[in-house]
């Protein structure tokens, strides 16, 4: 089975703190992927990477920056936090063969921004 | 118009009825198909993944597309409370992916 790690569950910070958020998937995918899950607004697409050092903005990029050093790695950074980054943060992977495989989910990590 | 519509409910049914959970779409184009099931507090889990038209039964579980009409469905036999959470559309093309907002479903004792 796949398996989709975020390191927190969990996390509260204060505004202004910079925030890591962590995600490891163990089935060699090419691509990550991270979102945000608000009430009423669905998932919306902060970045997502096809490859080791690389990155691509999604649809709500601004305030976040991303890294991926190694391919199993994908890590979300919110450079100074701000209380409307409060939401369930989700990191997921797929393969990139055809470019039509489905994603795997980790089990999101709930930040609270104070 | 959104690549992806779902009603969010919610849905309440008593257990053992049969559910139906529906999107349509807008690109004829769109040829994969997925549902996800997301417990509360917990990230979406891929139940099924299907290519173009027809029917997919796994146990329970039935994906059908119906691409004359850009309609996908999940229907759900004999559901139990432990189907209770919700459940999410969501279509691939090309490595961009496009999610309904999600369905919640209660499933009475």
């Known amino acids: 089975d796949v398996k989709v790690t975020q390191s927190s569950r969990y996390l509260v910070k204060r505004t202004g703190e910079k925030v890591f958020l962590e995600c490891v998937q163990d089935?060699?995918?090419?691509?990550m992927f991270w979102y945000r899950q608000d009430p009423g607004l669905g998932l919306r697409l902060i970045y997502f990477s096809y490859d080791v050092k690389m990155k691509e903005k999604g649809d709500i990029p601004e305030g976040y920056s991303v890294s991926r050093e190694k391919k199993e790695r994908f890590s979300l950074i919110l450079e100074s936090a701000s209380t409307n980054q409060t939401s369930m943060y989700l990191c997921?992977?797929?393969?990139?063969?055809?470019?039509?495989?489905?994603?795997?989910f980790g089990d999101g990590t709930r930040l609270s921004i104070l | 118009q959104k690549e992806v519509e779902q009603d969010p409910g919610p849905l309440s049914v008593p257990e053992g009825a049969i559910v139906s959970l529906n999107c349509t779409y807008s690109n004829s184009a769109f040829q994969y198909f997925m549902w996800y099931r997301q417990y509360s507090r917990k990230g979406p889990e891929l139940l099924m993944y299907?290519?173009?038209?027809g029917n997919k039964e796994d146990g329970r579980f039935t994906a059908q597309v119906d691409k004359s009409s850009k309609y996908i469905s999940l229907f759900i036999r004999d559901s139990q409370p432990s189907d209770s959470a919700t459940y999410l559309c969501?279509?691939?093309?090309?490595?961009?992916?496009?999610f309904g907002s999600g369905t919640k479903l209660n499933v009475k004792p």
């Open positions: 089935m060699d995918h090419e691509n």
């Open positions: 997921a992977s797929s393969f990139m063969q055809n470019g039509n495989q489905p994603q795997h």
């Open positions: 299907t290519y173009s038209s």
């Open positions: 969501a279509i691939i093309y090309f490595n961009k992916f496009y």
